[in-house]
């Protein structure tokens, strides 16, 4: 997930993510050394065995996501889940439905969208998992993911057709989404969207873990460890948890 403002933070939490951040740039240098991969800005898809049997299950997932959409008041928007976002996510412009967090599963969202779930816990070392839904004419800001321990993966299923004015930029590259196809990318580059269409955008936005040597692995999975008994993924996990409760509550 990308790093935001932390300005309205206690002392004591700023001065930890600062901290935090250096570390994890100091380790980016290390990941790139021990990556299996390219660090490049965009991935190529064929570095991946899995990337064509999820495109081939996009059918599925796309109507799982259109039955979600009958219900828009239902799907949070990225802050409301993930308070580290509101540099990036302003109003609802930008909603998120979270199926998994960090390797944590969210079964009540898993259990809207069978299809969904069955597909992306068949991909190996994948962390993280949502829908990404951004509204017509909203831009996300330039902003760093916090680590290259994972790549970013974004599965198209809702594009509109004026490509010219829909895209992601990472780094100097600017790529475009098309349905039922991958694009993967490092996102600790700088990197940031626009949608300047008429129409609204949705991706299954995915985090898998980077293909690395042996010594990258075990760094890697300590601070797998370390981040999630952080608070910037338990804190997402309960206010799915509250939204989830208060939508049962309300009957929506």
Known sequence: MPASSSSHYPFWRRMLLKAGKRFLRWNGRFQSRHSLVPTTPQIH????DWVEKLEAAWPDIRSELEQLLKSPDDIPSFHQISPDQKR????????????????????DNCALCPHTAEAIRAIPQMRTAMFSILKPHYHIVPHKGPTRAVVRVHLGLIVPKDKDNLWIRVDNQKLHWEEGKVIIFDDSYEHEVRNDTDELRAVLFLD????????????????????????????????????????KHTGG
Do not use: C, H
């Not at 898809?45 to 991946?48: I, Q």
């Not at 990036?88 to 079964?107: C, E, Q």
């Not at 760094?219 to 952080?230: A, D, G, W």
């Open 88 to 107: 990036i996510s302003k109003g609802d412009n930008w909603k998120t439905f979270g199926l998994y967090v960090y390797g944590k599963r969210i079964d």
């Open 45 to 48: 898809n064929s570095e991946f």
């Open 208 to 247: 898998v873990d980077r293909p690395m040597d042996k010594t990258g692995t075990l760094v890697n999975n300590l601070l797998f460890r370390l981040i999630e008994m952080s608070p910037y993924i338990k804190q997402p996990l309960k206010n799915i948890a509250s939204w989830n409760r208060s939508k």
